[in-house]
């Protein structure tokens, strides 16, 4: 569910409007952060999301600067607006932690997620199962006569719908990345101006 | 630096050193005077280190967990970083309850680990335990050095991390080959020197500031709520406070960890606040329009039931980890800054701040009114001495003698707060987010050696003195002229009351079975010991103990039956107290109440 908040940026750190603390509603978020790529620090930030007993959706993380050691965490996580602050204070306190920065907040974002689906079916089914194939834009990456495995990148909702449609044409199993997302835009993430990447 | 110091020093960073010395060398850069430790097989390197050199003073403890305490018994009366060292397997797990104690009161502590060597860890080796995995959730950071290169770097890292914005306990966990190999020496960090991603914010934001003095500006029924973020701050903070005070007028409270940053002896101060915390206090937090929380967390024993939590009041929030603003109560104007540099800057807008305010005298006359219900009341009579006569008395006797007085954890360490009025910061050692049995004595230990002239008393109970008890060795062995004040009322007696309260009078057990004779136990140890059960010689046993040199033990028999109050019973709001044993059974405990701690 979208947020429908259009209230302005925080005025200055920790200023959060008490109206929106107040509002119980449940929403997702997706918060990335740019962490120290050291030994643990992924335990870290899953130890500190189930000692605090957060409602995490998704966790990927992936080294995305070599040079300067950097990694980026993209984390989906539901919960009132008090509590998806208090995971975004709790990150920001971790050691190895550059940043945080919660895209859904901060404007538009896109957000992507590949999975590969096995399905075994034979017949009537494995013609439906491609027809479904070409309509999500899906791969086939692997095929035998009773089965194939697919390949589709999307948002989470449409990995699911793709999932859906294949359960009675046989899924045998999914494995799933979980989301990797980036703001809409010309805007790097770090804030101090050195984006990942840039060369140093 | 002179010519020679200098070029010494470049030498110094092109050598090769051992592991060990490295360790050391770095700890004697961070200035660490005191080391609190236990040897083993994973450590010999270090301790064979510090067997030759006579800068750091080993204090041999007599349990790892102890050591810790002792470390921030160190802290807590210096407001510099507590040292620990302990080997490999079970000398860190042990460590482990004092690491806990030290992250949730914010105490500043670097706790080294020896660890088996590099090739073995994985493997079950002899004394190995996942030292940086157990400890990660239990400390404020953690680290595996695997370089003897690495060693001084990450050792000066351990501290700026422990020190600086929120303090908090650091582990460095260090196999056998690291701190037996050989490396290059890393000089500090200059002070100020920014970390690569640690960086917590210390200068409040203007618009914060001008926000929260417009609120001030214009309340009618305000009260300050400190913590222990106001002497974790130190001396800049606590001045600025006590600054602040006396141009606002404003009453002030405060936690359990925040005693003595306002003196008690003003009439400002309202007394502590929360589960076991004064009428007035706890009313005057309801019936606020305006709170302004200093280095506080708005903690469950502070809070009571959060749904009827000060209803009618605008919040300010100062605090210097922004995971506490907005955690358990929504905050109409959060700082997020160091203590002692935003009241500095709520002290310069004050000043400058020249709109007409509303005046205090209808506040100041409720708050005398619930002042006039003198709800720390009791009655000394008869033959056996009250628990709060005894603190009361030891309190009034010693504090001429600016003592420290340190607690353990139950009925004798609210009493304590209530009873003795801190007018200094940094006087007042108690564990209080963790609530842990056994840290006082190892506490006044850490404070004793810290301060080895002065009065360090540790007021405990019968049964959280036994949890610890050994560390009468230790007190022993480095003269460290500790006083055990047990108030023994045969009872864990904050669980006898919770009995009483909750569980129908079924104490199960909570009674102190086969307590020893405390005053042969303190002999047995080489200290000295006394026992009062009269109070007409209350006083007379309590100047003994504090002019008997080196560590005494004295034990004092008290009304088993009392119970402390005033009292917010669990899922009750402020204004909803108990304050007597009559009121108590008047108020039963029922519902979602029974299920909280």
């Known amino acids: 569910m979208p947020h429908p908040d259009d209230t302005p940026q925080s005025l200055y750190e920790g200023m959060v409007p008490l109206a929106r603390l107040k509002d119980r509603h449940v929403y997702r978020h997706v918060i990335a952060l740019v962490v120290d790529n050291e030994t643990g620090v992924l335990a870290r930030v899953s130890g500190l999301v189930s000692g605090r007993g957060y409602n995490i959706e998704s966790l990927t993380v992936a080294e995305i600067d070599k040079d300067r050691q950097l990694s980026r965490i993209n984390i989906a996580t539901s919960g009132t607006r008090q509590v998806i602050e208090q995971v975004k204070a709790q990150l920001g306190r971790l050691v190895p932690v550059h940043e945080v920065r919660d895209l859904t907040d901060e404007g538009p974002c896109v957000a992507r997620e590949l999975a590969l689906v096995k399905v075994a079916c034979t017949g009537d089914k494995r013609a439906e199962a491609l027809k479904t194939c070409e309509i999500f834009r899906a791969n086939v990456i692997d095929t035998t006569p009773q089965s194939f495995v697919f390949e589709v990148v999307g948002d989470t909702d449409k990995i699911d719908a793709f999932i859906d449609l294949m359960r009675p044409l046989g899924l045998v199993e999914t494995s799933r990345t979980g989301i990797a997302a980036i703001a809409r835009g010309p805007a790097g993430f770090l804030s101090d101006g050195l984006s990942p990447n840039t060369p140093s | ?597």
């Open chain 2, 1 to 597: 630096m002179t010519a020679r110091a200098a070029v010494l020093a470049e030498s110094e960073a092109d050598t090769f050193m051992s592991g060990a010395r490295l360790i050391l060398k770095a700890l004697e850069d961070q200035g660490v005077e005191v080391v609190f430790g236990y040897p083993g097989g994973a450590v010999l390197p270090i301790y064979d280190e510090l067997f030759k050199q006579n800068r750091i003073r080993h204090i041999l403890v007599r349990h790892e967990q102890a050591a810790v305490h002792a470390a921030e018994g160190y802290a807590h009366s210096t407001g510099k970083v507590g040292c620990v060292l302990v080997t490999s397997g079970p000398g860190a797990t042990n460590a482990v309850t004092g690491l806990t104690d030290a992250l949730m009161d914010s105490t500043p502590i670097v706790c080294l680990t020896g660890q088996v060597p590099t090739h073995l860890i994985g493997n079950d080796a002899f004394q190995e335990a996942d030292t940086v995995g157990i400890t990660r959730p239990c400390t404020k950071h953690n680290y595996l050095v695997r370089d003897a290169d690495q060693l001084a770097r990450v050792i000066h890292e351990a501290f700026h991390v422990a020190r600086e914005g929120r303090p908090g306990p650091v582990v460095v966990d260090i196999p056998k080959d690291v701190s037996m190999g050989q490396g290059r020496y890393a000089p500090p960090l200059p002070r100020g020197a920014a970390h690569k991603t640690y960086r917590p914010r210390t200068a409040p934001d203007a618009r914060a500031v001008r926000e929260a003095v417009a609120l001030m500006a214009k309340a009618r029924r305000p009260v300050f709520y400190t913590g222990g973020g106001v002497i974790n701050s130190g001396a800049r903070a606590v001045a600025a406070l006590r600054e602040l005070l006396a141009l606002t007028g404003f009453p002030i409270t405060s936690t359990l960890m925040g005693l003595g940053a306002y003196p008690a002896d003003q009439d400002q101060w309202l007394g502590m606040v929360g589960m076991h915390g004064t009428y007035e206090a706890n009313l005057a937090m309801h019936d606020c329009d305006l709170l302004i929380a200093v280095g506080a967390r708005f903690d469950d024993r502070v809070t009571g039931n959060l749904a009827f939590f000060s209803p009618g009041s605008k919040k300010i929030h100062i605090d210097i980890d922004p995971s506490s603003i907005n955690k358990n109560v929504v905050v109409d104007v959060p700082v997020v800054a160091d203590c002692g540099q935003a009241l500095e800057a709520l002290v310069a807008a004050w000043k400058a701040e020249t709109a007409p305010r509303p005046g205090l005298a209808g506040w100041w006359r409720q708050i005398a009114d619930w002042r006039g219900r003198d709800c720390l009341y009791y009655e000394q009579k008869g033959p056996v001495i009250k628990p709060q006569y005894a603190i009361q008395r030891l309190f009034e006797i010693a504090k001429d003698r600016d003592p420290f007085i340190c607690t353990e954890v139950g009925q004798h360490q609210m009493w304590a707060a209530q009873f003795c009025g801190f007018t200094r910061a940094n006087r007042w050692i108690t564990s209080g987010g963790l609530g842990t049995m056994g840290f006082g004595l190892p506490a006044a230990i850490g404070a004793q050696i810290a301060h080895p002239g002065a009065l360090v008393i540790d007021i405990a109970g019968e049964a959280s003195a036994l949890m610890n008890i050994q560390e009468l060795s230790t007190a022993v062995q480095h003269k460290a002229a500790i006083k055990l004040f047990i108030i023994n009322n045969q009872y864990m007696g904050m669980v006898r009351q919770w009995q009483e309260m909750l569980h129908g009078g079924r104490y199960a057990h909570s009674y102190s079975e086969a307590l020893p004779d405390f005053v042969k136990l303190a002999e047995a140890f080489g200290c000295a010991g006394m026992r009062v059960s009269d109070p007409a010689r209350l006083d007379q046993t309590i100047r003994d103990m504090l002019d008997t040199p080196g560590p005494v033990v004295c034990e004092v028999a008290v009304d088993p039956r009392e119970n402390c109050f005033p009292m917010i019973p669990s899922g009750k709001a402020h204004n909803d107290m108990i304050l007597s044993a009559e009121d108590a059974a008047a108020k039963r405990i029922t519902g979602e109440g029974l299920a909280l701690v």
